[in-house]
């Protein structure tokens, strides 16, 4: 069994390798704090306490489904938390983590394009 910090770190390598992802470590409030371009879409506090930027159509649908818990402090952006415990959260982590990747990075290919 996969300790907290690996764990972290396993999902934070994860995340990395999602296509044109930053780390930004310390910024703020936010231990780690991952961007596409300019857009901060997710942070996670301390060791897999994620918070993920949804758009407000799939952050119902998932709160909905129970597949995470309402933002403690800015739901109204569309951010949910997701806590990592264990190896079989992070299959799930990663299909929120991705679900607002896809929604960032298509922003970022759409403001790239108007740009050209």
Known sequence: ?????????ELRQRILNL???????????????FFVGHTMFMHIH????CDIRLSKADQERVLAEGKARSHRWAPETG????VVNNEKDLEPAMDLIRMSHRRFAERQ???QAERQ
Do not use: C, W
């Open 46 to 49: 301390g060791h897999g306490h």
């Open 109 to 111: 290919s759409v403001l």
């Open 19 to 33: 296509p044109g992802v930053e780390e930004r470590e310390n910024l703020g409030i936010h231990e780690d704090a």
């Open 1 to 9: 069994m996969k300790s907290r910090r690996e764990l972290n770190q």
């Open 79 to 82: 951010y949910v938390t997701f």
